[in-house]
Each structure stands twice: as C-alpha cells, then as structure tokens.
C-alpha cells in the first residue's frame, strides 16, 4: 500500500494518475496549508524540502517525482516506461522535461503572480514566461503531429505528467498559453482518461478553464 503526500492539482497529480493508471491502491495526504503558514512538522520530517511529490511505499519515503514515476513504472512492469536502451532514454528525456524543464517554466508564472508587487513588472514577467511556455509547447506540438504521444505510438508518463502541468493555466485564465492543436488533442484526451477524473474527483480539483 502507498502513500502519496499530494497538493491539490499539482505535480503530485501526475503520480497520483500513475498509481490509478497502475491499478494502485494509495492514501492520500494532502499537506496544504494556509497561505504563509510552514508545511506540518510530520511533513517535514518526511521531506524537508517541504514539497510533493513524495510516495512512501513500505516505510519508505522516495522523492522527486521524476524519481518517483520511474520507480513505479519499473515496479510495476509497466510498457510506460520501456526497460533499456533508446526507447527508455526517449521516456526519461520527456519525463524529465516535463518534470525539470516545463515544471519550472511554469513555475515562473506563479513566482511571479506571488513575489512581484508592482503591477507593471509583474505583469512583464508573467509575460515573458508565457512566452517561454509557449515555445516549449511548440516543440512539444512538433512531435505530437508526427505521433499520437511524445514518445510515439506508446503513451507514457511524460505524457501523463505534461497534461498536469498544461492544466495549471486554469490558475491564471487572465493569461492565456496558446496552444497547437496537437497539445491540445493531447490534453482533452489524457484528460479525459478515467484514471485522471477520478484523481481531480478524489483531491477536488475542477479546472476552471477548458483544457
Ligand atoms: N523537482 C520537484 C518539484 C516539486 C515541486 O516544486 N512541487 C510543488 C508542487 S507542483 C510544491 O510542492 N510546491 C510547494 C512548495 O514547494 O512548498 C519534483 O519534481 O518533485
């Protein structure tokens, strides 16, 4: 049995759809906390970082959800993560942009909504994160027109994990992402996906915006 410490919606959510994709059975804590408050004491103990993902399978905490999806993929023989060579490569490559490079280009946006006071730089700043969102988009869109997933014919994590991440502009409708029309066939169909609407339903999350 595991637990996965999660955020409403976050990038926890990736894993929490893994684990449902997986047939899993997990408890779910949720470490929220009010505005300005720290994380819980026991939270802490558990990831000093203070951040989610963290699953803990037998006692064990493991962290990172790059970390994480790829410990679960191989536990559970998973064709979401293939075992060796270039194809494994090419799944870790898009899980890990999604995790270490469009994650942090997001990131950017609610840093700035959250730290920049004066109206104009932040508005500049979120500006110019959306643009470096949108040109990853581009890449990723390139290669959705070629195949129906980022790695090809097999859906895998990193797809999983992009659609959490894509989903966050519900967060900040007043700034649109565009999108090409092969992220967004993406989207609306790993969204749509059981095992993603049961994971919105059980951490009570509803998208504002139409993915
Ligand atoms: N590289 C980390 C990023 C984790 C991360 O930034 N998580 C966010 C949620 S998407 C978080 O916990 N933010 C709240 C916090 O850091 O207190 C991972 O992939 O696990």
Redesign the pocket.
Known sequence: MYTLYY?PG???MAVHVLLNELGQKVTLENVSVPDGQP?SAAFLKVNP?????VLVDNGEAI????AIMSYLLDKHNSPMLPKAGKERALALEWLMFG??TM?PAY?KVFFSMRNITDPAAKDQAIKAAIGQIEKLWDEVDARLAQNPYVCGKQITAADILLTVIANWSSYFPQYPVKLGANVKRLLKEITARPTYQQALKLEQVEYKAAA
């Not at 962290?63 to 790059?66: D, L, Q, V």
């Open positions: 955020l976050a990038c926890s994380r970082r203070g951040s989610v993902p962290r990172e959800g790059g995790n270490a994650h990131a």
